[in-house]
């Protein structure tokens, strides 16, 4: 693998996946801050029977949607670390980055930025 090559992939994969993070972490901080009532996001107000505004997504799901953010995030940091630790498997954590980076997509994946940026993180890894 080459050297600029690598160090691109390295850095968009770091860069995706703090982003990927970063977003989940401020998901539920404006969780924790304000509670079931996620105005801005949901609507403002609470819906029927724990739903939450005219969306009609239950709270819990939005739970979830931020612990896969936090997950993927946390893999693609770890799979930009190894691929600058081990270059000679660059395919394996290109997959790993590649794979985490779609899946944040569905917890908003860092803005969708961070996605996108971990997607091409992961191509590259894998050329």
Avoid at 77 to 84: C, D, H, P, S, T
Avoid at 95 to 119: E, N, Q, T, Y
Wanted: proline share 2%; glycine share 18%; hydrophobic share 60%.
């Amino acid at each position: 693998m080459n050297g600029s090559i690598k160090t691109t992939a390295f850095v968009l994969s770091l860069i995706a996946g703090i982003l990927i993070l970063l977003s989940s972490i401020m998901s539920l901080l404006m969780l924790a801050y304000y509670g079931a009532s996620f105005g801005f996001f949901w609507g403002m107000m609470g819906g029927y029977m724990g739903m939450m505004g005219s969306l009609g997504v239950p709270f819990g799901s939005f739970i979830g949607l931020i612990l896969v953010g936090l997950v993927c995030g946390i893999l693609v940091i770890i799979g930009a670390a190894m691929l600058n630790s081990h270059p000679a498997e660059h395919r394996s954590w290109g997959i790993i980055i590649l794979i985490f980076s779609i899946i944040s997509l569905v917890g908003m994946g860092g803005f969708f930025i961070g996605a996108l940026l971990g997607i091409a993180g992961g191509a590259l890894a894998l050329s």
